[in-house]
């Protein structure tokens, strides 16, 4: 997978408005895994808009994943195996993530990836489309960000990432789950406090 970064010769490994989406992102996923046992809520749900459109195309429920180096797939897929109890994988997954977890945002990589059922109207939408909006805003927040799309296959590391978080809590997802990301171009995109 070629970043836009890399095809640009520009890194925005340290854009102000990276930094911030990470450290908001990192409070809000902790938030609802401390306050709501990680249901998915706005902070985590954004509104998907399809170049050119004005209404979105709905909303999709986002994957913060560390980054390689930083990566903790291997305990998420030993915790899922523990047990056949979903109800303790989840209840494991949530102490698992509501305590330290979230707490760096450095090690998250900015590339957001979702999953959608195998054959996902939705998903092929998003895809054909090649890039995208997605509009987060919770917390007196807004963040509108632009965004290359890219289907992961099934070695890609975000895509194992994914497939493991979202095991925790969805043991019977198939296997042939796709799984998209979502590469923010941050020159591109905004961020913005709203009253």
Known sequence: MSSIATQLGQSYSDHPLRLSFLKWQCRVRQLSMRET??????GIMPAVYLD???EPLGHIITVMNKSPGYSLTP?????????NDPAQVRDTAIKF???TYYQKAAEFSDVL???FPPGSEGAKNIRRAKSC???FEMYNQRYDLACKVWKLAPHNLLHQATMAHNGLFNPGMPPDTVVLGFEPDW???KGESIN
């Open 113 to 115: 990836t979702s999953t």
């Open 75 to 83: 305990e998420m897929l030993h915790m899922a195996k523990k047990t």
């Open 97 to 99: 993530l509501s305590a």
């Open 37 to 42: 046992e990680g249901r998915p809520d706005d």
């Open 52 to 54: 050119g459109a004005d």
């Open 187 to 189: 020159g591109a995109s």
């Open 133 to 135: 909006r997605l509009v």
